[in-house]
């Protein structure tokens, strides 16, 4: 699993409510031109995984995206959604590590405890918003550790990602888990400063998978250059 994904691309392929595509199935199709550029692994929504299995035998990063009253915590926060993804078949499950509290009084030691014990074999993703909780989840086990969260955090929200400086440091201080940079990328620019940090894999999704948000982009700089 981990040679899989050693130094390659992973490709976010999501269709979250509220998204153009949500619900039409499509991101299967996501996942198979995805392999077909290269990717080396994809990261999905758990309603998408078994049709996404279909048509590659890329590993999935999967999670579940829920909010619950009380909580900030919407990526795989509760047990709940761990037990809907471990009956996807997934090759990782990918978690909210943050320090926020999450809902039902679970903690993020618990969860992962929970979902290694359910399956020794899967292995879990911490997603992180500050060195501090990246370090926290190197401690607990996890496998993986990316950036997903910077920026998206009361804690570091206002931060620029990709936050270079950071990954750097966040790449460096892991000793466990494996760095995933994950974040901001839009550009070759800015990925090959991303490479230099050294992260194990790197994930990209809205650059590739959103059309709308690149519509936006787009359309977005032709109204400023028009003044």
Not at 66 to 88: C, F, H, M, N, W
Not at 129 to 152: H, N, P, Q
Request: charged share 25%; net charge neutral.
């Amino acid at each position: 699993m981990y040679k899989k994904l050693a130094s390659g691309l992973i490709v976010s392929c999501q269709a979250a409510e509220g998204e153009v595509f949500h619900g039409l199935g499509l991101m299967r199709y996501m996942a198979k031109a995805a392999k077909a550029g290269g990717a080396a692994g994809i990261r999905a929504l758990a309603d998408e995984i078994p049709s996404i299995r279909e048509e590659t035998d890329l590993p999935v990063i999967g999670l579940v995206k829920k909010k619950y009253e009380g909580s900030e915590v919407y990526i795989t926060p509760t047990r709940r959604e761990a037990d809907v993804l471990l009956e996807t078949g997934c090759d990782v499950i990918a978690i909210d590590a943050t320090a926020r509290p999450r809902p039902q009084g679970e903690t993020t030691e618990s969860l992962f405890s929970y979902i290694k014990k359910a399956a020794p074999g899967i292995a879990v993703m911490a997603d992180c918003d500050t060195l501090e909780s990246a370090l926290v989840a190197d401690k607990i086990g996890f496998d993986y550790a990316g950036t997903t969260m910077r920026g998206y955090t009361r804690e570091t929200a206002g931060i620029g990602i990709p936050d270079y400086a950071f990954l750097k440091e966040f790449c460096g201080a892991l000793r466990h888990a494996k760095p995933i940079a994950e974040g901001g990328i839009w550009e070759a620019g800015q990925l090959k400063k991303v490479l230099e940090c050294k992260p194990y894999a790197v994930v990209i999704g809205t650059a590739i998978t959103r059309p709308a948000d690149i519509t936006a982009r787009f359309t977005k700089i032709m109204a400023e250059m028009r003044g």
